[in-house]
């Protein structure tokens, strides 16, 4: 029996979304800076349902839960849904791509791709600042915090400056000039909570200053599109020098990376993966076969990902 | 007797500079930020002298010293003679108009402007960087440190970055918006040493990351020409809240501004002196009101000076 007061115009009956990964703490801007992925994308369809609540189905073998108050995606929804008294409910099937605790935003592509699909069922009533919101929620699940160091960039697309996240998140979009992006994930686990809790929770002042000049440099050479200055500021005094020893062979792929050419780098999000940015493809190219060499030699299984900055974020990439 | 290797080739024999007052340490920017003001300027006639060495002639009641060595213009003046070893002196006739001890660079301004002229007076063969590193050896007879906070605004003009001061400063200019800024410098005297002995060596990694999602968010806030993303940004939550007890007035000037319309602003430098931005000039006025009211109430001598961001910083107003 349909829902009387269920009545969505200019709207989709179903879409599917491509929600990217991201790379979050941008070397120096640790909480700040992110910026999403061109590949890989987890695949979500979404439709609307006319009975209450969210449905979720998973289309891969990560065996994540399918209730929604424990799904990332669900527990997004949820949030988003109760915004919306008059829409009952929706399904949700995922095809993850992004393998959890790789570092590279799987649960923020799940919470992003779910909000932006349904955002699109509603006929696009909800700001890019709700959509990072109603999303947040699904982080709380993945990792008890309500972050959106991911999620920005997976609904903005490009790289985003988070420049405060109280009262609400501040989003900022930086128009980058075009990046390629290696990313290598080697398969060892490092919990988000060991990376938090090994932080030291003081820092110096000095290092605090370096830190921000440098944070200034990376805003102002993404802007700028002056690739040197991107490159003199991936610098991080402050939460590298700590988390980095978690990570095998980090040093090795940062340097030899810094030596074929590339701008820079580091840790993506908590690790384990590590992002490498160059200006053009054969460098990044080099990049890879870098990474390659360190963890063949290591023994250490890895995906590698050679890919551009996404200047989109999810995308909706088909409708019914 | 002309010495024989003196030969300077497309250049003048006397200049006039302009050397504008500056401000660093932009709220959150601090020890990184800094920008140039349109007024007021210092006033300096350089001449190239036969003779080596440099002489310095005072023609105002400030008192400073006229040994070289002693004196800001002096030793940024020694420090670039030493790069050219054919040109023997240089004289510098020097009328302040920015008061020693006011917290807006009268001694950076001293040392930019004297750079800026010889440069001239040279055929303009020393690149911007160089300057600021010539002059920062006058900043180190003011201070004890070779800081380039009000140098590089002095010399580059607009809003400018320090991303990094070792091995060289890493100087980015900001292309800013159009800017009013009203400064108020009360008659009281802060010493830089006093002002540096207040900071903490130590600041939480909570508080610092809020820092740098300010110093991002003004960089953005600047280039793109986002007055609001300006006024979000201009909050300081490290140095500002242990410097402003020192300056009487603090909290009275910040939220009467703000109250009236300002953007944000701080303490200029070290202080005393705290400015102000505005979009507009009515607001700048308004600013003023504030600010004169603060101080007649607290009894204090003030100079408030409305004026903008100067996008030039030192000018060659006159050559013969």
């Given amino acids: 029996m349909p829902n009387s007061e ?9 879409v599917t979304v491509h929600a990217p990964a991201t790379v979050a703490n941008m070397v120096c801007g640790f909480d700040v800076l992110g910026f999403s992925l061109a590949a890989p994308n987890d695949v979500m369809h979404l439709r609307l349902l006319e009975q209450p609540g969210v449905v979720i189905i998973n289309e891969d073998d990560f065996g994540l839960p399918t209730e929604p108050t424990r799904n990332v995606a669900g527990a997004a929804l949820l949030a988003m849904l109760r915004a919306v008294p008059e829409v009952p409910g929706v399904e949700v099937r995922i095809r993850k791509a992004i393998r959890p605790g790789s570092g590279i935003g799987s649960s923020a592509a ?158 993506s999000g908590s690790g384990p993966s590590l992002f490498m940015l160059s200006q053009d493809e054969a460098t990044a190219r080099a990049v890879e076969t870098v990474m390659r060499d360190t963890y063949q030699r290591l023994g250490l299984e890895h995906h590698i990902y050679l890919t551009t900055i996404n200047p989109l974020g999810c995308q909706i990439v088909e409708t019914a």
């Fill in 6 to 14: 269920f009545s969505i115009h200019n709207s989709e009956l179903a």
């Fill in 110 to 267: 799940s919470a992003a791709g779910a909000v932006v699909g349904l955002n699109q069922l509603l006929g696009n009533r909800f700001s890019k600042p709700q959509l990072v919101e109603f999303a947040m929620f699904g982080e709380e699940v993945a990792s008890g915090v309500r972050h959106a160091d991911n999620i920005a960039p997976g609904i903005y697309g490009g790289v985003t400056l988070i420049r405060a996240t109280t009262p609400t998140p501040d989003v900022v979009p930086l128009d980058a000039p075009p990046l390629f992006v290696t990313v290598v994930h080697p398969q060892i686990e490092v919990k988000t909570s060991d990376a938090r809790q090994i932080l030291k929770r003081q820092v110096s002042l000095q290092d605090a200053i370096r830190q921000w000049g440098n944070v200034g440099g990376l805003v102002a050479g993404l802007l700028k599109h002056d690739y040197a200055l991107i490159g003199r500021s991936l610098e991080d005094v402050i939460v590298e020098p700590v988390r980095s020893i978690l990570i095998p062979g980090f040093r090795e792929v940062k340097d030899g990376s810094r030596a074929v050419g590339a701008l820079g780098g580091g840790i």
